[in-house]
């Protein structure tokens, strides 16, 4: 599948992180592999195989299904999920769809967005939904986006964080349960494994200079937190992210 983004309005930027579709490749005769979604502190608005969904935060991998059709989706910032009007503690590791959450309104969304022309027009019409609710929502949390900021880089810690943040331990992880969905040191677990896929894609280190670039105490604790938050191996996800060496010249035949 190829996949692509796209910045959001400026007036969107402090609460959603990128628009993005997803557009199906040719199916093999045997069958297309699911995509492996891994955990980035975002929530999602999806339109997916003719279903509306708020999707996320997710505390582990997520295989997504096949589909011959284009998927589209607004995804949210860490700390931005208040404007769905839920707690992102309910959300977590969750699939549900905007008619269960919003009732009425969210049936009335997802048949419009059925009905659009094309995907351009599913994207915009879920671009808008999400500055309605933003505009109806009001301000983010703001001690929770310093926070979040804070986490995003390596080296930072969570008592730093809430330090940052004006705030203690326990008032951070409260807040965090309500906004982000999950706790600051999940959060930061979560945003270390983004940094170490960003990485993996954007240079060419091996594996120990990339754990410590990514804030890794060392290889060993990358390979742990590899296996609890993406199932699988650091080696397997560098070599999911990095296009394969080109060949090497023929060898010169001898007499």
């Given at each position: 599948?190829?996949?692509?983004?796209?910045?959001?309005p400026p007036?969107?930027?402090?609460?959603?992180?990128?628009?993005w579709?997803?557009?199906?490749?040719?199916?093999?005769?045997?069958?297309?592999?699911?995509?492996?979604?891994?955990?980035?502190?975002?929530?999602?608005?999806?339109?997916?195989?003719?279903?509306?969904?708020?999707?996320?935060?997710?505390?582990?991998?997520?295989a997504a299904?096949?589909?011959?059709a284009?998927?589209?989706?607004?995804?949210?910032?860490?700390?931005?999920?208040?404007?769905?009007?839920?707690?992102?503690?309910?959300?977590?590791?969750?699939?549900?769809?905007?008619?269960?959450?919003?009732?009425?309104?969210?049936?009335?969304?997802?048949?419009?967005?059925?009905?659009?022309?094309?995907?351009?027009?599913r994207?915009?019409?879920?671009?808008?939904?999400?500055?309605?609710?933003?505009?109806?929502?009001?301000?983010?949390?703001?001690?929770?986006?310093?926070?979040?900021?804070?986490?995003?880089?390596?080296?930072?810690?969570v008592?730093?964080?809430?330090?940052?943040?004006?705030?203690?331990?326990?008032?951070?992880?409260?807040?965090?349960?309500?906004?982000?969905?999950?706790?600051?040191?999940?959060l930061?677990?979560?945003?270390?494994?983004?940094?170490?896929?960003t990485?993996?894609?954007?240079?060419?280190?091996?594996?120990?200079?990339?754990?410590?670039?990514a804030?890794?105490?060392?290889?060993?604790?990358?390979?742990?937190?590899?296996?609890?938050?993406?199932?699988?191996?650091?080696?397997?996800?560098?070599?999911?992210?990095?296009?394969?060496?080109?060949?090497?010249?023929?060898?010169?035949?001898?007499?």
């Open positions: 599948m190829a996949y692509d983004e796209a910045p959001p007036a969107l930027a402090d609460r959603v992180a990128c628009l579709w997803r557009t199906p490749d040719a199916v093999p005769a045997g069958g297309a592999p699911a995509h492996l979604v891994l955990p980035d502190g975002c929530v999602d608005l999806v339109w997916h195989a003719g279903r509306l969904t708020v999707a996320g935060p997710d505390t582990g991998p997520v299904a096949p589909s011959s284009t998927t589209v989706g607004v995804r949210l910032r860490p700390g931005a999920v208040a404007v769905l009007g839920e707690s992102a503690a309910v959300l977590r590791d969750e699939r549900v769809g905007t008619d269960a959450l919003w009732g009425r309104v969210g049936a009335e969304l997802a048949d419009r967005v059925a009905h659009a022309p094309d995907d351009r027009g994207l915009a019409l879920l671009t808008a939904a999400v500055a309605r609710r933003a505009a109806a929502a009001g301000p983010p949390d703001a001690a929770v986006a310093a926070a979040v900021s804070a986490l995003s880089g390596p080296g930072a810690t008592a730093g964080a809430a330090r940052g943040a004006g705030l203690s331990d326990r008032q951070l992880r409260r807040r965090f349960l309500e906004h982000v969905g999950y706790g600051p040191k999940t930061d677990r979560v945003l270390r494994l983004q940094r170490f896929l990485l993996a894609i954007t240079t060419t280190d091996d594996l120990a200079a990339l754990a410590a670039s804030g890794y105490a060392d290889q060993a604790h990358l390979t742990r937190e590899a296996r609890a938050l993406a199932a699988t191996t650091p080696r397997e996800l560098v070599a999911a992210r990095r296009p394969a060496p080109a060949p090497g010249p023929a060898p010169t035949a001898r007499a």
